[in-house]
């Protein structure tokens, strides 16, 4: 018990109100003037890069995983179900720099792929490349479908099967189950999945920073300039910045956390 | 032809044996109860005649229709699920009028319907709850609505009142008995509580190992079961295991002689006799002269006292067996643990079941 | 289900699964390839690669790195929630809503973050934490954190150790004996399942190791990193025992387990 609250209050709570602190700092006194940085074409060009990024790929996520993991619980058997699930979870897990090496001997500038299309003369120019906003997108989907597909697993688990045989025996047929009750018990589940999604690629770096370096315009990355000590960044926009996030994110997950909430009543009740 | 029939009904799920040779007819408007020990095939039952489940071999028939091939949205048999199954993202209203939407009814239609329904089952003013606001009572009143508004002609309840309370329990089974009543609907029960199926049902069907054992009024089922399995599963019986000597009429429970009705006997040589607990009395033994010449007499002592209210339930040691008696309201209170008894009861009373000592 | 509908379901789930596997197999493809930059297949295959890069001092020393990381992070988050979780649960109901909160609060900041905060804080500091492994190692113990909470309360929860703690004690049983009799076997699964998570945390991690000690010292991710920019092929080596490495601490853990949500 006291260990626990000892080591949280320094090594987290300390963390989190020192970024505070310097949000705040100024020659002195208490201003908010770092938060103006967030105004600079520099760092807001990261932010909305960055809530674009998060918000296309958990779309996308949401649109693949979603049929997908559909698939797996319904047509497939439960062995095959167990395998996908653990190659879905395995890819959900594996991102960072392994992934841009992956993605880079596919579809790298001399990547099997680019090459294939080259070679058989399907293109006469490379119209793509790995290295952009595009390119990351198709890295972060690697995971993002994946892990979709793993956490919406529980909750399509928990759509009962006498729901469905209620609607027949009422006298209406699968599109009037999926319409009246199965979307609309799922819709919170739906949205719970997208907003992990969401905070999952708003707040990661390791993919990012491995593709597209670190001048790349998105908010960790700017943020991790600071971190390092680079000239020309301050560690006070840098902490502004910060606090902007971790503020979008507990707000996200305390939605989150009604979402689930609103689910397991549903569900258990 | 009966208006719902079964016949040659079939059904395994892998190697398992779960249905067989099932035949049932129910008449329209009649309360029919299925009752057994749980996992004797109740609910796959009732899941073949609403159609979500597929009999192996057999038919299925309505109103004189074979219905066997039909999915579950055209026979018009309503289910309430044995965990109710409402939809948790509709309001009682929703719910209730789902069977409405399906059909397409205009909006005025289903209002009124859904109101008459909730003034029905006694749930008016609560159409805007959720289901989990609700307690177990009202979410199975509200099962009991939606399965009702789409006027089905066959109304399936799979042990509706097994998941409220005691108290509850006795109030809603009173309820569904005057519903059921005032709509004359077709209504097949299922429970494994073999008060309730007696207290509530027109028929009663007993159930046991995928087969039917007796089918009749509960005052039937009640008073002259036809095997060891429905005299033992319905109500509470002693079993006497007598033997006959030679080919005479006389049996012997230990060395005491019992008389039984006449002409009761055919070649069996071992027996078990099934007597009721409340059509046994208690006596002191001195009390006992000038007694009708036919009566059982077996003398033991009473082992223990069980207090049930309305009766006082002894445990009568004869000859090393246990005899249960029943005595009613105050009698009870003159006999103590420990008393020398004789024990009565008329040949009338007794049920015989031939085939013998082992069970 | 009408057969247009499944088709759609089936199509998405064979698409997530090649996108699973075509770089993947890509890249295992690279790894045992003599040479392939100018044909459509490899001209030919090896395994030189991989003997090369098991010759790799930098390797075993990178490997070495992550493996202290990982077991002192295990260890410390271990011996720090698992204590602080049972007081919870045996005696003070009340406060377990607190060790939620800070056990799952590495959710909210992301590992950028938390390595700015910590940076800002022990640079500043007197104390000679900023920079060091140390400081990385505890930093990865907070990352730790949601994974060994989730493995372990969830066991907690499932097999009902109040309620087995509660009859061992009615039985006469001291607390230690209850500690090393009861709770310890039965939670065992649950750590074990935890630091199963954590391993295919530390092991893969990147932005905390780089920001916080970088190339001073290196551990596996930091070291592909720089491996990543020089040699194409040592990097899909690496890449490819990394997520066999993944693909096997998954299955090992209870089906489902996705570290950044810490769900299994
Ligand atoms: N979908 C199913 N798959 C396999 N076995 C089943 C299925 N449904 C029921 N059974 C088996 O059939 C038998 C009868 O079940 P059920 O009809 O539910 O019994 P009851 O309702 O009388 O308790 C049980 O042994 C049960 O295990
Ligand atoms: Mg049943």
């Given at each position: 018990m006291f260990p626990f609250s000892l080591f949280c209050a320094v090594f987290l709570v300390l963390p989190v109100m020192t970024i505070f602190w310097r949000s705040i700092q100024g020659e002195g006194t208490i201003t908010f003037s770092h938060y103006l940085f967030l105004l600079r074409p520099l760092y807001l060009k990261s932010l909305v890069q960055s809530i674009f990024l998060s918000l296309l790929t958990a779309f996308l996520g949401m649109l693949f995983g979603f049929p997908a993991a559909l698939a797996l619980q319904h047509l497939l058997s439960h062995r095959q179900k167990n395998i996908s699930i653990t190659l879905a979870a395995t890819a959900a897990n594996f991102a960072g720099v392994p992934l841009a090496v992956a993605f880079m001997i596919l579809l790298g500038l001399n990547g099997f792929l680019t090459r294939l299309l080259f070679h058989r003369g399907f293109m006469s120019s490379v119209p793509f490349t790995l290295y952009s906003f595009t390119g990351l997108v198709l890295l972060y989907l690697y995971f993002q479908i994946p892990l979709f597909v793993v956490l919406i697993m529980p909750a399509l688990e928990g759509l009962r099967k006498e729901w469905r045989e209620a609607v027949s025996t009422l006298g209406g047929n699968g599109y009037l189950y999926w319409v009246k009750v199965g979307f609309p018990v799922l819709s919170p589940a739906l949205l719970g999945c997208f907003i992990l999604l969401y905070a999952n690629s708003f707040g990661a770096y390791a993919t990012a920073f491995a593709l597209v370096g670190a001048k790349f315009r998105l908010l960790p990355i700017q943020i991790s300039l600071a971190v390092a000590g680079n000239?020309?960044?301050?560690p006070h926009a840098a902490s502004a910045m910060a606090m902007v996030m971790i503020a979008g994110l507990l707000v996200l997950f305390s939605f989150y956390i009604r979402l689930r909430k609103r689910f397991a009543l549903w569900v258990s009740g | 032809m009966a208006y719902l029939e079964m016949e040659s009904v079939e059904k395994s799920f892998a190697k398992n044996r779960v249905l067989t040779h099932f035949n049932l007819s129910i008449e329209k408007g009649e309360f029919t109860t299925l009752v057994g020990p749980s996992g004797c095939g109740k609910t796959t039952t009732l899941r073949i005649l609403a159609g979500l489940e597929r009999p192996d071999r057999g038919t299925i028939s309505l109103e004189g229709v074979p219905i066997t091939d039909w999915p579950p949205q055209r026979r018009q048999i309503s289910m309430v699920f044995q965990s109710y199954a409402l939809f948790p993202n509709l309001t009682v209203f929703g719910n209730i009028a789902f069977g409405l939407w399906a059909k397409r009814i205009d909006r005025l239609t289903v209002e009124r319907e859904v109101m008459n329904l909730l003034d029905i089952v006694g749930l008016k003013g609560l159409e805007n709850r959720f289901p989990h606001e609700l307690s177990g009572g009202q979410q199975q009143r509200v099962a009991l609505a939606r399965a009702l508004a789409p006027r089905p002609k066959v109304l399936l309840l799979d042990e509706?009142?097994?998941?409220?309370d005691a108290v509850v329990r006795l109030r809603l089974r009173e309820e569904l008995k005057r519903i059921q009543r005032e709509l004359g609907i077709t209504t097949v029960m299922v429970t494994h509580d073999q008060e309730e199926a007696l207290s509530i049902s027109d028929r009663v069907v007993v159930m046991n190992g995928g087969r039917i054992e007796q089918v009749g009024t509960p005052v039937e089922i009640y008073r002259h079961p036809v095997n060891r399995f429905v005299a033992q599963f319905i109500g509470f019986s002693n079993a006497l295991r007598v033997e006959r000597k030679g080919d005479s009429q006389e049996v012997f429970f230990h060395h005491y002689p019992i008389n039984l009705p006449p002409l009761s006997l055919n070649g069996e040589k071992r027996l078990t006799l099934y007597v009721r607990p409340e059509t046994l009395r208690l006596h002191r033994p001195?009390?006992?002269?000038?007694?009708?010449?036919?009566t059982n007499l077996l003398p033991g002592i009473i082992r223990l006292r069980a207090f049930y209210g309305a009766i006082t339930r002894f445990e009568v040691m004869v000859n090393g067996e246990i005899i249960w008696v029943d005595v009613p309201g105050h009698e009870a209170d003159s006999w103590q643990e420990g008393d020398e008894v004789v024990v009565s009861f008329s040949p009338q009373e007794v049920r015989i079941i031939t085939g013998g000592g082992e069970q | 289900m009408g057969f247009g509908v499944e088709l759609v379901l089936v199509l998405a789930l064979i698409f997530m699964l090649i996108y699973i596997l075509f770089p993947v197999g890509a890249m295992i493809l690279f790894s045992v390839a003599t040479r392939w930059d100018r044909t459509v297949w490899p001209e030919g295959y090896t395994l030189s690669a991989y003997s090369t890069l098991f010759r790799d001092r930098e390797f075993w020393i990178a490997l070495y790195h992550s493996t202290v990381l990982a077991l002192t992070a295990i260890a410390l988050s271990a011996f720090l929630i698992v204590p602080a979780l049972l007081t919870a649960e045996l005696t003070l109901p009340r406060v377990k809503k607190f060790i939620e909160a800070f056990s799952l609060a590495p959710f909210v900041i992301p590992s950028v973050l938390f390595a700015l905060g910590l940076v800002e804080t022990y640079a500043s500091l007197p104390i000679p934490l900023y920079g060091t492994p140390v400081l990385l190692t505890l930093a990865n113990t907070v990352l730790a954190f949601p994974l060994m909470y989730r493995s372990v309360e969830n066991k907690m929860h499932t097999i009902g150790l109040a309620k087995m703690v509660e009859s061992a004690i009615t039985l006469g049983a001291r607390m230690p004996f209850v500690t090393y009799r009861v709770i310890l076997p039965n939670l065992w699964s649950g750590i074990v399942n935890g630091s199963l998570l954590i391993l295919s945390m530390v092991l893969s991690e990147f932005a905390l190791a780089n920001l916080m000690v970088g190339g001073s010292w290196p551990t596996l991710s930091v070291y592909l990193y720089s491996v990543m920019r020089v040699d194409g092929q040592a990097a899909s080596v690496l890449s490819v025992v990394s997520f066999t490495f993944t693909w096997l601490l998954t299955s090992l853990v209870t089906v489902g387990g996705v570290r950044r949500y810490g769900l299994s």
């Open positions: 000239v020309g960044y301050d | 509706p009142l097994s998941a409220v001195h009390e006992l002269r000038g007694r009708e010449y036919d | -």
